[in-house]
């Protein structure tokens, strides 16, 4: 049995970071409905790529979910949330704290429905801050939080991280504060309020550089930070690059077998990984050197001999052309060509994968089935539907 199986959660979130949270609790088991305007979460047409008429992102945001139409701003459409909300176990929203204040989707508005409901919000920095109505969406915290000066060289501009890093970490970080509170209602019996701030999970990435600030009043720009040495990528007599990592005094003793020079164990700069890193720059340009005798293929194949964490570096396509790491991802048989990564923690029991879920619902796609189950007749549904309240849709169109 799934381990949240009979655990029902209302996702009113948008984009990504509450999106993929509730995409996790899909795969432990429980019944999510994703509660969208009646023009649909924007997140739909946040592409290319498209799977059809739906933006790939959201495929893999939102599958394993039923989607639901409803203008909960008007009378009719809050008593249908307010129904949703005394079944729920746990609600989510994105929605920024003063919206959340006039439509009453706070947790003190909504406990005296459902005093079980486990109530899960993302903002961006947070209900109680001085920041709390600035909008902000992943890039944005990432330069704020000064993420941007955290890549790249010192000569380089500010350089963002491309990929939804922030809204992926908090949506795992939100996944953990969700199960915590659930096993403490098992406990008291009581709901209670969750929330993650999207620039909280932005600190957390840059932990060693707020130290580094704090401690040396300064932080130091480079793609490869001097923490241990030799860590970093090279390129190979043909080309090709690959990185690899000597973590440990051992390791090294390893690796200098390794790149033919065993007599650096003895030498004073390299005798330890301070040394080391003080005389990075001499060891570094020394290696670049020496890598460029063989290929890049032949010193990974050395290294992973040695025991020191080593892999080539890939682009998204090579990745994908290597059968081991193909097999991490999962294409449903609803959505061909486009595989998709799991949700990272895999249990013996209680996880589905990706197969075993439905794929991202169409827009308005289980209004009907969730308002029957609320018990409104199909003649209240169609006055709804005329009324704009709900909107009725299908599956989604996945091929052009």
């Known amino acids: 049995m799934s381990a949240l199986a009979g655990v029902t959660v209302l996702d009113l979130s948008r984009l990504m970071a509450g999106p993929y949270a509730a995409m996790a609790l899909a795969h432990y088991g429980a019944r999510v409905i994703k509660v969208e305007s009646l023009a649909g979460e924007e997140g739909r047409g946040f592409g290319p790529p498209f799977c059809g008429e739906v ?32 079944r729920a176990d746990v609600l989510i929203h994105s929605f920024r704290p003063d919206f959340a204040e006039r439509q009453r989707l706070r947790f003190e508005d909504l406990a005296p429905i459902n005093p079980r409901l486990v109530h899960y919000s993302v ?35 500010p350089i963002r991280n491309s990929l939804p890093i922030v809204d992926v970490a908090s949506g795992m970080c939100g996944v953990n504060g969700i199960l915590a509170a659930l096993m403490e209602r098992e406990k008291s019996g009581r709901g209670q309020a969750v929330e993650l701030t999207l620039m909280s999970t932005m600190l957390n990435f840059l932990g060693s550089k707020i130290a580094e600030a704090s401690i040396d009043g300064h932080c130091e720009r480079e793609i490869n930070p001097a923490i241990v040495a030799p860590s970093r990528h090279f390129q190979g007599s043909d080309g090709r690059w690959f990185a690899f990592t000597v973590i440990n005094d051992v390791a090294f003793a390893r690796f200098c ?48 001999s040695a025991d020191i964490p080593a892999g080539p570096v890939n682009t998204v396509p090579d990745m994908l052309a290597d059968p081991v790491l ?3 991802l999962i294409e449903q048989a609803d959505v061909p060509g486009l595989p998709q990564p799991q949700f990272p923690v895999r249990s013996q029991r209680g996880t589905a994968d990706v197969a075993a879920l439905r794929r991202a619902p169409g827009l308005g796609e289980h209004s009907g089935a969730v308002l029957s189950e609320l018990g409104y007749d199909a003649a209240q549904i169609e006055q709804m539907t005329r009324d704009a309240i709900t909107r009725l849709g299908g599956p989604p169109r996945l091929q052009d």
């Not at 599958?63 to 909300?85: H, M």
């Not at 003080?278 to 020496?290: G, S």
């Open 55 to 86: 933006a790939s992102l959201f495929m893999m945001s939102n599958r394993g979910k039923e989607s639901l139409c409803l203008d909960f701003r008007k009378p009719a459409g809050r008593e249908v949330l307010e129904k949703l909300v005394a």
């Open 123 to 157: 903002s961006a920095y947070g209900s109680d801050s001085a920041y709390r109505l600035k909008p902000a969406v992943d890039s944005v915290i990432q330069g704020v939080a000064g993420g941007f000066y955290g890549a790249g060289e010192e000569q380089d501009p």
């Open 257 to 304: 077998q390794v790149v033919g020079h065993s007599e650096w164990q003895a030498e004073a700069r390299f005798r330890d990984n301070a040394a080391r890193i003080r005389h990075r720059p001499e060891l570094l340009a020394t290696l670049a050197d020496i890598f460029l005798s063989r290929t890049a293929q032949d010193w990974i194949d050395a290294l992973d």
């Open 326 to 328: 193909r097999a991490l």
